[in-house]
Every structure is written in structure tokens, then in C-alpha cells.
């Protein structure tokens, strides 16, 4: 089973392939061929999202006939949405990490103030007896 993502993709893939064989006109297809050889249905949110909001697809509604556009051809020639989603997830993933790290430092403030503070008083109490040895000798 197909992701949404993965099915924008397949489509758009698959629309461009078939435009760059026929390099004088852009080949129209049915949703039948486009069913028959992907699994895909014209009615599958994926499809409806390329032609609808991304205008990725042209579809002539009277016909049924579509074809990539210009846009969807120029998105999946250098882009995917399986790269966007992976992008997207690892930036989540970032952000998580980024705060859980500020919430550690935060809990841990306390914890690393104190011992900061004797390490001071160690390095202090260190460096006087280091001079009173010194003075003796």
C-alpha cells in the first residue's frame, strides 16, 4: 500500500515519463491507462489533490482526459513529495531534539550551578594550600 505522498509521486513520475517520450505534443491520457498501469484511480485523493490544489495536472473534465502541466513538470524534475515529507519529519525531529535539550539544561540548572559552585570553592581552598606550602619552604 502506497503512502499519499508516495502516490503524488508515482503520478507525477509517470505523467512526465510519458510526456518526454512524445517530445512534439504532450501526450493526453485516460484514467482507465493511468488505473490499469499504476493502481491509481482518478478519485484517489492524491489525484484530485495534483489537479485541485497543486494544479500539477491538467484535466479536461469533459474529455477525462489529463496531462502534466508545466508546474508539475518542473516540481517533479528537481523535487518529490516523499523528499519534502522526509525533510519535514527530520526538522520535527530536530526541533524535538533541540527541546528537549533546553528542557534538560533548565531541570539540570540547579544541579550544575552547585556544582559549579564547589568545584570554585575546590579550586580555591586548592590554590591557597598550594601557597601555604610554597611559603613554607
Not at 9 to 26: C, F, N, P, W
Not at 83 to 100: A, F, P
Not at 105 to 131: P, Y
Request: net charge neutral; charged share 30%.
Amino acid at each position: 500500500m502506497k503512502s499519499f505522498n508516495e502516490k503524488c509521486d508515482s503520478i507525477l513520475i509517470y505523467l512526465k515519463e510519458l510526456a518526454d517520450k512524445r517530445q512534439d505534443v504532450m501526450e493526453l491520457i485516460r484514467s482507465d491507462k493511468l488505473k490499469s498501469d499504476l493502481g491509481i484511480d482518478i478519485n484517489d485523493p492524491a489525484f484530485g489533490y495534483l489537479c485541485n490544489d497543486k494544479k500539477f495536472i491538467d484535466l479536461d473534465r469533459k474529455s477525462g482526459y489529463f496531462q502534466i502541466s508545466s508546474a508539475g513538470m518542473a516540481f517533479i524534475s528537481h523535487s518529490s513529495f516523499v523528499d519534502i515529507q522526509k525533510t519535514k519529519e527530520e526538522d520535527v525531529q530536530l526541533k524535538w531534539y533541540e527541546t528537549q535539550n533546553a528542557k534538560d539544561v533548565f531541570d539540570n540548572f540547579s544541579t550544575t550551578q552547585r556544582n559549579s559552585k564547589l568545584a570554585l570553592i575546590i579550586a580555591v581552598l586548592s590554590a591557597i594550600l598550594t601557597l601555604i606550602g610554597l611559603m613554607k619552604k
